[in-house]
């Protein structure tokens, strides 16, 4: 058992490729709003991926790379372990998503080490989906067509349809933290959002959205969320605390019932 000073005391540690540096800032920025609302405080403890460019073969490759990462961060006994990359993970396709959140679960057992929560941000995508009983969606991802179109059949495979995409077609993952959010807006209200349950402000942790979460959830009545916020929300579920996360949707307002948690995610 890891020694903490209190209960509250959290430490998560995020998995990244070496380009990434979005979530790193927003997720922090949520869990201190839930810090206002509950006794929890949490500590971020980051690792990275070598990802010269995002393409299905260099995704891919960075899947082996993830046991060592899992093996730093436990050195550092994180409470929860955090893969931050949606499109390492689906890029793989049809069952990727249950076959890298089962060996990261395996790996972290077999260091005799194995912390309470493990969890990957296209598991949590899709968690997030379910707890907001979303059956049809729209999605907006900053990748070239292609890979967005990966993504869109992975969360199709899960039985949730995914009426409309946008791909912004950037090439440079270091480029895509330094969109600005406020240009998802214009983006998002060129698609059709008619008979939507949700729209996916930003499919990828390393798209900035936090942002414009509220004001596109005003704009388009109908739920918003992004990759980050979907982490967010499944790592607290992970760790039983409830959200209370302001200016960040409805998911993390604390009315949301948690999916049926899965060994998918």
Request: proline fraction near 6%.
């Given at each position: 058992?890891?020694?903490?000073?209190?209960?509250?005391?959290?430490?998560?540690?995020?998995?990244?490729?070496?380009?990434?540096?979005?979530?790193?800032?927003?997720?922090?920025?949520?869990?201190?709003?839930q810090r206002f609302a509950s006794d929890d405080r949490f500590t971020l403890h980051a690792t990275r991926l070598r990802l010269p460019a995002p393409t299905p073969q260099?995704?891919?490759?960075?899947?082996?790379?993830?046991?060592?990462?899992?093996?730093?961060?436990?050195?550092?006994?994180?409470?929860?372990?955090?893969?931050?990359?949606?499109?390492?993970?689906?890029?793989?396709?049809?069952?990727?998503?249950?076959?890298?959140?089962?060996?990261?679960?395996?790996?972290?057992?077999?260091?005799?080490?194995?912390?309470?929560?493990?969890?990957?941000?296209?598991?949590?995508?899709?968690?997030?989906?379910?707890?907001?009983?979303?059956?049809?969606?729209?999605?907006?991802?900053?990748?070239?067509?292609?890979?967005?179109?990966?993504?869109?059949?992975?969360?199709?495979?899960?039985?949730?349809?995914?009426?409309?995409?946008?791909?912004?077609?950037?090439?440079?993952?270091?480029?895509?933290?330094?969109?600005?959010?406020?240009?998802?807006?214009?983006?998002?209200?060129?698609?059709?959002?008619?008979?939507?349950?949700?729209?996916?402000?930003?499919?990828?942790?390393?798209?900035?959205?936090?942002?414009?979460?509220?004001?596109?959830?005003?704009?388009?009545?109908?739920?918003?969320?992004?990759?980050?916020?979907?982490?967010?929300?499944?790592?607290?579920?992970?760790?039983?605390?409830?959200?209370?996360?302001?200016?960040?949707?409805?998911?993390?307002?604390?009315?949301?019932?948690?999916?049926?948690?899965?060994?998918?995610?």
């Amino acid at each position: 058992m890891y020694a903490r000073p209190t209960d509250e005391e959290h430490r998560i540690g995020l998995i990244l490729p070496s380009c990434h540096t979005t979530l790193e800032s927003e997720l922090p920025e949520l869990l201190r709003r839930q810090r206002f609302a509950s006794d929890d405080r949490f500590t971020l403890h980051a690792t990275r991926l070598r990802l010269p460019a995002p393409t299905p073969q260099t995704l891919a490759a960075t899947l082996p790379a993830t046991e060592a990462a899992i093996d730093l961060l436990c050195d550092a006994q994180v409470d929860a372990i955090v893969h931050g990359c949606v499109a390492t993970v689906m890029c793989a396709g049809r069952g990727a998503i249950h076959h890298a959140q089962a060996r990261m679960l395996s790996h972290a057992a077999s260091l005799g080490r194995m912390p309470p929560t493990v969890l990957t941000a296209a598991g949590a995508l899709l968690h997030a989906l379910e707890a907001l009983h979303a059956q049809r969606i729209a999605l907006i991802a900053p990748h070239a067509s292609a890979l967005t179109a990966r993504l869109a059949a992975v969360i199709a495979d899960h039985g949730i349809e995914v009426a409309a995409t946008r791909s912004l077609g950037v090439s440079d993952v270091s480029l895509v933290g330094l969109l600005a959010p406020h240009n998802l807006l214009p983006v998002a209200a060129t698609m059709d959002l008619a008979n939507c349950d949700a729209l996916v402000l930003s499919a990828c942790t390393q798209m900035p959205s936090l942002a414009v979460i509220e004001e596109a959830e005003q704009r388009f009545g109908l739920p918003v969320i992004s990759a980050s916020t979907s982490t967010a929300f499944m790592l607290l579920h992970r760790m039983g605390i409830r959200p209370q996360i302001g200016h960040a949707g409805l998911l993390l307002r604390g009315l949301m019932q948690p999916a049926r948690d899965t060994a998918t995610c």
